[in-house]
């Protein structure tokens, strides 16, 4: 499904009509408030935290201890163990089966990172000297990197104007004779359209990799995000739902694939068979320490998925029809996990930049902060100058690439960066807690509305 671009969101009769209510409200209350009046045409409104009115949230949600007694557990069962290496170890073969029964795949490989999952899957699904992977310009670079030890090319498509995934059509218009995957990444823990996106991978013969790094907990359709994909990541680091410091998990079900995940994570050694190294790879071994964590925390998950959904959809539940604020868009049949929530703001609809409108929800009490990576990923120095190897990119000199990042284009995604909203939503808070931070966001619009 194409979803609407973000000016014909803010354009639906609905939200336009509101707009304009709320509009001539503010009007009229403030010219009934140059009179004294106010009782008839409208209220002034509210004066905002930061000019010294009352403060919407008064307490600051606390984010309850993140790791406990199970975790002390497995860390004390390796203490007494005689191994600390991934191979056989306890606390990894422990996590996999655990791992499994939240997503079924034959195949799962842990590792030191989400890059380092990601790195095993484009090596593993054989991105090469020149090979294109589309993918999304809002991620973290870690994304990428695995992509281009490889000597492969991240090709950059423009994303929903409500999602801020992957846009199908674009994926599509980017495919060339090189393209070879797709990674799909799940921002914010809101799953692609992994319907199309699958869809399309077949059509062209193209591998489905599936970023999950901010995903974990999430379903597209009622199924785990990570089982659409040829492969999947996820990230076990720190700012993650579930952690382990630093960590990643890297899975699949292909045949094609799946046999090779343990081998390029663990330098081509075959571990199964004991045999020469057939393939060339980095160590991104995770220990049975970070394991014993990672495994104790993977108990947690549900919890705090199923908080962040329910927390998530309150609030944009209460944000709707509020002029100038697109709240952050999901499919009804699909969880979010929301690692964070993302709205965007129709900066014309208010008088106030996006940054003064970022102070004023920070004065009422809500945590929020102006968009999310600066700028989309190829906008970054070293993808200007195409200087990824000791200031040079070996595949561009050799003529195995015609990217030119400086020429790239992807509109939707940095006006998504420019117009973006993070809103944090996390399992310590309470539903009226998130009531408030509605009520702080729609106080802030109403006072700014043009
Ligand atoms: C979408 C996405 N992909 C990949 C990564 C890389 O994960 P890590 O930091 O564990 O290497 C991250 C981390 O923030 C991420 O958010």
């Excluded at 557990?73 to 499994?100: C, M």
């Excluded at 952690?243 to 990643?248: L, M, P």
Aim: overall charge positive; aromatic content about 8%; glycine content about 12%.
């Amino acid at each position: 499904m194409k979803h609407k671009s973000i000016h014909h969101t803010f354009q639906d009769p609905a939200s336009r009509r509101e707009f304009l209510v709320a509009s001539s409200a503010t009007l009229a209350g403030a010219a009934l408030a140059a009179q004294g009046g106010g009782a008839t045409g409208g209220e002034t409104p509210p004066k905002l935290a930061l000019h010294g009115g009352a403060k919407t949230i008064q307490q600051s949600a606390k984010l309850g201890p993140r790791w406990g007694e199970p975790e002390r557990q497995y860390l004390e069962a390796v203490l007494g163990q005689d191994t600390l290496f991934y191979w056989k170890g306890p606390q990894t073969t422990g996590f996999i089966e655990s791992f499994r029964q939240l997503t079924p795949l034959k195949y799962v490989m842990t590792c030191s990172s989400g890059t380092a999952a990601l790195h095993i899957a484009v090596a593993a699904a054989g991105i090469g000297p020149g090979d294109e992977v589309i993918t999304s310009p809002i991620t973290d670079i870690g994304t990428v990197i695995g992509v281009i030890f490889q000597q492969g090319v991240p090709v950059f498509a423009d994303l929903g104007a409500g999602t801020y995934n992957l846009e199908p059509a674009e994926v599509e218009r980017r495919i060339t004779p090189r393209t070879k995957a797709i990674i799909a990444v799940h921002l914010c823990g809101n799953p692609c359209d992994l319907t199309a996106l699958k869809a399309l991978a077949e059509k062209h013969g193209l591998i489905l990799i599936e970023d999950a790094a901010q995903a974990w907990g999430a379903k597209h359709r009622g199924k785990p995000v990570g089982t659409f994909g040829h492969i999947a990541c996820w990230s076990l680091q720190n700012s993650k739902h579930i952690t382990c410091g630093d960590g990643g998990v890297v899975a699949s079900n292909d045949e094609r694939f799946g046999p090779f995940l343990q081998r390029f994570g663990d330098k081509g050694y075959d571990r199964v068979t004991g045999g020469l190294c057939e393939l060339f790879a980095t160590n991104y071994r995770m220990t049975e320490e970070q394991a014993a964590i990672a495994r104790a925390q993977l108990g947690r998950l549900e919890g705090i998925v199923a908080k962040r959904a329910r927390l998530g959809s309150l609030l944009t539940e209460h944000l709707q029809g509020v002029p100038g604020v697109l709240p952050h868009q999901v499919h009804p049949e699909d969880r979010c996990g929301y690692w964070f929530y993302f709205m965007r703001l129709r900066l014309d609809a208010f008088s106030c930049d996006r940054s003064t409108f970022v102070k004023a929800l920070a004065a009422e009490g809500v945590e929020a902060s102006a968009g999310y990576i600066s700028v989309p990923l190829h906008r970054n120095p070293v993808f200007q100058k195409h200087a990824f190897f000791a200031g040079r990119w070996p595949i561009k000199e050799l003529g195995l690439t015609a990217m030119d990042y400086t020429k790239w284009e992807t509109p939707e995604a940095e006006s998504i960066l420019k117009t973006g909203v993070k809103i944090t939503v996390q399992e310590g808070m309470s539903e009226e807690h998130v009531l408030g931070v509605a009520k702080g966001i729609r106080k802030v619009a109403r006072y700014f509305a043009n």
